[in-house]
């Protein structure tokens, strides 16, 4: 299940905010900084709903491509992530696309896929020896992917793990869930009367309820007159909760080292070998979910509560510094970005954390069988012991262990 927050189907149509993880610096001080390598993570753009609730006269019919699939919108949200993102690192890229220096993955969905597609068309047109067809400004990039049943890295939330199957039981009969859930037992029982979906599950309610009423109201469909402004509401923040449960509430660390943590195990190896000298790569791009924004965030113990929006996307950079003996270091500053280019939703106490744990678990990888000094020194608290050879409950091998300690 994908899902987004809610917005007014006038609203929805305005360019929607991209979550961006901006470069920053704690110590500006320090001399210039040169720009090595960005990792990518994005959430795709506006689409159809996945299913829907058996009272809903809105049929999959109603969709132009049926259900679950990227609309002209979300093409319109990806096409304006490709252009910021050109306009950002384009030097860095030589404004071209050279395949030893761009890697794009995506979970293998059509709106994923597509959105990644969209995406490429504005960050890479063709340009000089580049143009095969004059009248078409498009160049065909390649875009990786594995079938869903294989995909140990961005199809999030691997359910097929016992383990994590486990802590997700423990949770939902958690105090802690109980007491969050508690005000809308009520409401809860009233839904299947309006909606015809008669579980009471929240993940259920999130994909079969809100989820199609919210994609309904961003393309202007008449929603069913239960659906006020207070119903939405509620069923936003049962989804919000229903996310949340997955990743958090109850052993977040053990449930990260199992979900998220992987794919930040894969940036961290990524940047490592990106001060190789032998390194060519410049940019590597991961096309997925809201629940793998989601994941990402828990693992770095970032998130927010709130539902990552269409085209969503952090931006990690890795920079090394001139004159200095250590290594290079990654430096991240979450907040929103419209296309004003303001960050009108910045999270400092974001930007502290996740610096100082990806900086730090970098260095560490960096710095394996070394003495050398670290770049940054915490002042509360260190990144949990990477161990190279624990196996998680699931027999998968490290990849699986989060590097960072819960807060």
């Known amino acids: 299940m994908r899902a987004a927050p809610l917005l007014g189907a006038s609203a929805a149509r305005l360019p929607l905010s991209l979550f961006l993880l901006l470069s920053f610096r704690l110590d500006r001080g320090v001399g210039a900084k040169e720009l090595k390598f960005v990792t990518l993570v994005f959430r795709h753009g506006d689409r159809s709903p996945i299913e829907t ?35 950002r690192y ?18 293998d969905v059509d709106r994923t896929l ?30 990786h992917t594995v079938p869903l049943s294989e995909d140990r890295l961005l199809y999030l939330p691997f359910r097929d793990c016992p383990r994590f199957q486990e802590l997700e039981s423990e949770t939902l009969n958690s105090e802690e869930f109980q007491k969050r859930l508690h005000p809308y037992k009520d409401f809860i029982e009233t839904l299947p009367k309006l909606s015809g979906y008669h579980g009471q599950d929240l993940f259920g309610i999130w994909s079969k309820v809100y989820d199609p009423l919210f994609c309904e109201s961003v393309h202007n469909f008449t929603l069913p007159s239960w659906a006020t402004e207070d119903v939405m509401t509620k069923l936003r923040e049962l989804s919000e909760l229903s996310l949340l449960s997955l990743y958090g509430i109850h052993k977040q660390e053990e449930k990260s080292r199992l979900q998220g943590g992987v794919l930040v195990g894969e940036i961290l190896n990524h940047m490592k070998s990106a001060t190789q000298p032998s390194n060519h790569r410049k940019l590597v791009m991961y096309s997925a ?14 998130y927010n509560g709130i539902l990552p929006p269409y085209a969503a ?28 280019g303001a960050a009108v939703y910045p999270h400092p106490p974001w930007a502290l954390l996740a610096e100082r744990l990806l900086s730090e678990h970098l260095n560490r990888r960096l710095n394996e069988g070394r003495h ?21 409950p699931c027999g998968h091998h490290s990849a699986h262990i989060c590097p960072f300690k819960s807060a």
């Open 53 to 87: 609730f058996p009272n809903d006269p809105i049929k999959e019919s109603s969709w132009p491509q049926g259900f679950g699939q990227l609309t002209q919108l979300g093409m319109e949200q990806h096409y304006e992530l490709g252009e910021y993102i050109r306009k």
């Open 313 to 340: 996307c952090h931006l990690m950079e890795l920079y090394s510094e001139a004159g200095s003996e250590d290594h290079p270091c990654c430096c991240l500053l979450p907040g929103v970005w419209r296309p004003s």
């Open 289 to 302: 979910h809201d629940t793998t924004v989601s994941g990402l965030q828990m693992a770095l113990n970032v």
């Open 372 to 392: 050398a000094r670290p770049i940054f020194v915490t002042r509360h608290r260190s990144p949990m012991q990477h161990s190279k050879d624990r196996l998680s």
């Open 114 to 143: 597509m959105s990644s597609m969209t995406n490429l068309a504005a960050l890479f047109p063709p340009e000089g020896v580049s143009i095969w067809n004059p009248g078409l400004p498009w160049q065909p990039i390649p875009v």
């Open 90 to 107: 384009g030097k860095f890229l030589n404004e071209t696309y050279k395949r030893e220096q761009v890697y794009i993955r995506s979970t």
